[in-house]
């Protein structure tokens, strides 16, 4: 059982099973250019920001398309997935619910866009009572790999970083909120399964399920 004083939590990848869409989208974008997925290319952009991560891939692959219109395709294509339900991963919401039931007060850090996908897998899911606020990175001036999305969103809450864990699934992400000072848990991901064995060694606890935080 764990039992922080005060908690934020990453989206995608983390309470929700959805990295599969932006590995599909990322697979399609691509393929529609004449070009093919890599791991390298995946690890590269998944703590970029939006923007980032757009002029990264426009100038890795010569595309002739602006940072917005990257930017633009990308959310055209995740809005069709976000409109069907994404689960949660198993045990993610009665751990929610047993921190609720506890007093800890909570709120998501996310990179998700358009706000209307987060909309609607918060409220699908009846997340909106746990979190009392929501931080999107384009917020703050840097990515996940730093801790400025997790300290506006700690001081949104009130609370002190080292009072204060984070949940991630990405190791760049628990890096980051760690350099802030902040308690981590990594939570498993099979997109992120190769930096599983470093995920361990960095956060203060790793889980391979939420059942196992219960």
């Not at 997790?150 to 864990?165: F, K, N």
Request: hydrophobic residues 40%.
């Amino acid at each position: 059982m764990f039992l922080p004083k005060a908690a934020i939590f990453d989206l995608d990848g983390t309470l929700l099973d959805s990295m599969w869409v932006w590995k599909k989208i990322d697979s399609e974008f691509l393929a529609a250019r004449g070009h093919i997925v890599t791991p390298d290319y995946t690890d590269a952009i998944k703590c970029m920001g939006w923007d980032e991560g757009a002029r990264y891939t426009i100038d890795r692959y010569g595309l002739s398309e602006t940072p917005q219109q990257v930017i633009d395709t990308w959310f055209d294509m995740s809005e069709e997935y976000y409109r069907e339900k994404i689960p949660m991963k198993p045990y993610a919401k009665e751990y929610l619910a047993f921190l609720h039931e506890h007093g800890v007060p909570m709120a998501v850090a996310t990179s998700m866009e358009p706000k209307k996908n987060i909309d609607v897998v918060i409220d699908s899911h009846g997340l909106r009572g746990y979190f009392q606020n929501i931080t999107l990175n384009n917020e703050v001036s840097r990515g996940k790999g730093f801790p400025d999305i997790y300290l506006l969103a700690a001081s949104r809450l009130g609370v002190d970083p080292s009072d204060c864990a984070v949940f991630e699934d990405i190791l760049a992400a628990v890096k980051g909120a760690k350099s802030g000072g902040f308690q981590t848990v990594g939570i498993f991901d099979e997109l992120s399964a190769g930096d599983w064995p470093d995920m361990q060694k960095e956060a203060t606890i790793a889980a391979s399920s939420w059942k196992d935080l219960l």
